[in-house]
């Protein structure tokens, strides 16, 4: 098992930056992957970005050039930056070790017009 917490999340003015963490109960090098999903009032979640073992990273189209996500011996974190009203939605923590797929609690981003 893995526990995954988030925290971070909060208001802020279109424009402006928040900085996501997540602390896993394990080493994240242990974990395969780890990645920031979204998931917006009626919408599907979404993959923002993820971060694999060998530090390779991924970001969803829509955050290319605004969000990055980077890692410590202990946490990953999304700093996101130029944020817009449309980046409004539960952010979660997600860790793949194996075949299982591990998920925070999610934390809120809201981003004001």
């Known amino acids: 098992q893995v526990q995954l917490v988030e925290s971070g999340g909060g208001l802020v003015q279109a424009g402006g930056s928040l900085r996501l963490s997540c602390v896993a109960s394990?080493?994240?090098?242990?974990?395969?992957?780890m990645g920031w999903y979204r998931q917006a009032p009626g919408k599907q979640r979404e993959l923002v970005a993820d971060?694999?073992?060998?530090?390779i990273t991924n970001y969803g189209d829509s955050v290319k050039g605004r969000f990055t996500i980077y890692r410590d011996n202990v946490k990953v974190y999304l700093q996101m930056n130029s944020l817009k009203p449309e980046d409004t939605g539960v952010y979660y923590c997600?860790?793949?070790?194996?075949?299982?797929?591990?998920w925070g609690q999610g934390t809120q981003v809201t981003v004001s017009s």
């Open positions: 394990r080493s994240i090098f242990r974990l395969n992957v």
């Open positions: 997600n860790g793949q070790l194996g075949p299982n797929d591990y």
């Open positions: 971060i694999r073992s060998g530090g």
